[in-house]
């Protein structure tokens, strides 16, 4: 075998190397998505909060010993037109302690609009302790033109909250997804 | 029988190139493509240039004098693109090809039909992106880091165009890196080993690697937004369950080992031209490999210190501040590498030599000014300001650009075989040194002051520093036209150039006449001590 003969050949070994590389970091981006999903939803990284939890009401052990201040936030994003309300501010909660609170929203428009509202939860190391048993934000709300909604939220933080979390913020920003979604079928699921 | 097959080659490659166009358009020589990549990259600074110049001249007094926001912004995000993805990298392709197969004492690039083709992609790539400038709805506008949503719900229609021009310039990157580390690991010349290799060489072996880890990321990033936009997924759409904060890791993961691709081979370029005008050789060659390595390894898991300000628990705050600052460490290895290099050596200061020194020098203020950003409290407080403007610009323009101006000086009469008028290179040396840091240091100031970046108007409290900044913009600016006519006036008039253009300098490429001839290294040399690095 020549020289040159042996140079080829290691090239075309460095090349088909090199493009397993190439197609080892494309899988990797595709990898990433759900990875940061888990990530998130396991750190509470952004403050992502879970889906829906189950409870049993009768299991409710609050702990007198502390108060949180829970917070809310409502934003419509850019070009939601929708109002959107809570019923209070902010409310006092033990943790262990189950607590309902109303959101509204209205559509003040004269067509037919759908909204999906998306929670945030600061500080993050708190998001994976708040549990939501009923919220609004895990459908989307259809609304006809001029209706009002009132949606409550229950939700109860757990016993493990750290200890230096005294207050929490529950954001909540809504979105406008009428054109993301077919009207008929939404009217439909409602 | 190895008679036949040498006559047969002889027939086909022992021909000067081609003529008229053609030589250009098909050819497969790593000399004719370094030069087009070359001549390539220096149109895009030009380009890039002028956008620039269109920046600096609204910014230069308060309010709103000459362009609108909307294409105020439009400027800011081309500058970017057009300067990293085509002025910066595909120079130190060009240099690259130039230099590689002649440092290694190989006789061309190892595919030299894909060299040709991942040249030419080039050209359509920066042709469709500059085409969204004259399109309804104007260009990209969202910054050249097209944080989704901008770059998505909010992004002009011609966001489509964008796109399809990052997957080109990203694909001519990884045909570009499988090439130089095709060649750099299969076609070194006999006895020269990987620790022989020249630092130019050991640079871009690293750097192509990084292209290759992060091309793919960045292609997955705009497929993700090209999917958000025309298909209705939600990657980066909060209403649909995604988050636009992944875009910015995503992102920035390509982004980090991305701004060390632009600054790694000009680690090579300057421990050429300083050992050869302090006539000593290299201090500290290994440390400086393992520093590179280093610093390449490093930059995967620094990329959040871009975006402390998203809201990160704190661990993961402290994790990306401590990794950034660790990077100072081999850049500090290489720093004082060059120092040592310099001392007790006889010194003089040719053009390249200057460029190389003043590399050092501000590309070391760059990289302090990075350390001061990588301090998590205070990057709450310089986040998005011109502090972080000047910063990069002090290791783009000074570091990656100087090196590259450097190295065309330093060998200049070995593609040529002319010398360069001497006086006009230092004319253009302290007319771009003047230039750069009239431009560029003002900017700290501002920015510490408050002054936030990506804007087409200003408080009056920054308006001595903006017109400061705009004079020096402009200085910097003609300067790079007058390199242009040095260039050519010494390619036309300049005296010939010996071999060894310089006094004692090393490296296979010398051991060739000047300018090198057509196909160098068709057998390959013997690799002496002395020649190797």
């Known amino acids: ?190 | 029988m190895s008679e036949v097959i040498h006559a047969g080659h002889h027939d086909d490659h022992d021909h000067g190139p081609a003529k008229g166009l053609t030589r250009w358009l098909f050819t497969t020589n790593h000399k004719d493509i370094g030069t087009l990549y070359l001549w390539f990259s220096f149109a895009m600074l030009l380009v890039g240039g002028l956008l620039a110049l269109v920046i600096r001249t609204e910014l230069f007094q308060p309010g709103l004098q000459f362009i609108q926001p909307e294409f105020f912004n439009q400027m800011t995000t081309n500058h970017g693109l057009i300067m990293v993805f085509g002025a910066i990298m595909p120079a130190f392709v060009g240099l690259a090809n130039w230099l590689i197969p002649m440092q290694v004492g190989a006789p061309d690039m190892a595919l030299p039909r894909m060299n040709n083709l991942s040249f030419w992609i080039l050209p359509f790539a920066f042709g469709m992106m500059i085409s969204t400038l004259f399109m309804e709805g104007g260009g990209p506008n969202f910054g050249w880091t097209f944080y989704a949503p901008l770059s998505t719900t909010y992004a002009p229609p011609s966001v489509t165009y964008f796109i399809f021009a990052v997957h080109l310039m990203g694909a001519s990157s990884i045909m570009g890196s499988i090439n130089i580390i095709a060649t750099i690991l299969n076609m070194r010349a006999p006895g020269m080993t990987l620790m022989k290799m020249p630092m130019f060489v050991w640079t871009w072996l690293i750097t192509a690697y990084l292209l290759i880890a992060v091309m793919p990321v960045l292609a997955g990033a705009v497929t993700m937004m090209l999917f958000d936009i025309h298909f209705d997924t939600s990657f980066f759409n909060a209403a649909g369950g995604g988050d636009p904060v992944m875009f910015q890791h995503i992102f920035w993961f390509f982004g980090h080992p991305e701004v060390y691709i632009m600054i790694l081979p000009a680690f090579g370029i300057v421990s050429h031209i300083i050992p050869t005008f302090a006539r000593k050789q290299l201090f500290g060659y290994d440390s400086m490999v393992y520093a590179v390595a280093s610093i390449a390894f490093l930059s995967f898991i620094v990329w959040a210190h871009h975006m402390f300000t998203v809201g990160m628990p704190l661990a993961g705050q402290l994790f990306f501040m401590y990794s950034t600052m660790l990077i100072a460490v081999p850049t500090g290895v290489k720093v004082f590498n060059w120092i040592a290099t310099m001392w007790r050596g006889s010194m003089t200061f040719e053009t390249p030599m200057l460029f190389a020194i003043a590399f050092v020098v501000l590309f070391t203020m760059g990289g302090f000014s990075g350390l001061m950003l990588a301090i998590t409290p205070a990057d709450y407080q310089y986040h998005d300001t011109y502090f972080v403007v000047a910063h990069f610009h002090y290791v783009l323009v000074p570091g990656a650009l100087f090196s590259i101006i450097a190295a065309v000086y330093f060998w200049f009469p070995k593609w040529t075989g002319k010398m360069y008028d001497e006086t006009l290179g230092k004319i253009h040396f302290w007319l771009s040194f003047i230039g750069v840091n009239v431009t560029f240091f003002p900017q700290h100031f501002s920015g510490l002051a408050g002054m936030p970046r990506r804007i087409p108007d200003y408080a009056l409290q920054f308006a001595d520093f903006n017109m400061i900044s705009s004079v020096g913009a402009f200085i910097f600016g003609f300067s790079q036209l007058f390199f242009l006519y040095v260039i050519i006036k010494s390619i036309r008039s300049g005296t010939p150039a010996e071999g060894r253009s310089w006094e004692g300098v090393k490296g296979l490429e010398w051991t060739l006449p000047s300018p090198a001839p057509y196909h160098s290294f068709t057998y390959p040399p013997e690799v002496t001590e002395a020649d190797a690095r």
Not at chain 1, 69 to 90: E, L, P, R, Y
Not at chain 1, 120 to 136: D, G, I, L, R
């Open chain 1, 1 to 190: 075998m020549t020289n040159a003969d042996t140079r080829s050949k290691g090239i075309s070994a460095t090349v088909k190397r090199l493009c397993l590389m190439v197609v080892g970091m494309g899988l990797f981006v595709v990898a990433l998505v759900p990875l940061y999903d888990l990530l998130c939803e396991i750190t509470g990284l952004n403050g992502k909060t879970g889906g829906q939890y189950t409870f049993d009401e009768a299991q409710a052990d609050p702990d007198t010993s502390r108060l949180i201040k829970v917070n809310f936030i409502t934003n419509t994003n850019a070009g939601m037109v929708w109002d959107f309300w809570s019923q209070k501010s902010s409310v006092r909660v033990h943790p262990g302690q189950i607590k309902t609170v109303n959101f509204y929203v209205k559509n003040p428009t004269n067509r037919p609009m759908v909204g999906q509202a998306i929670p945030s939860v600061m500080p993050s190391s708190a998001a994976s302790f708040f549990h939501k048993t009923e919220c609004f934000c895990f459908n989307q709300q259809l609304l006809q033109p001029g209706e009002v909604l009132e949606m409550p939220m229950r939700f109860i933080v757990g016993h493990e909250v750290p200890q230096n979390v005294q207050s929490i913020n529950l954001s909540y920003a809504l979105f406008d997804v009428t054109e993301r979604v077919d009207l008929s079928e939404a009217v439909a699921a409602n």
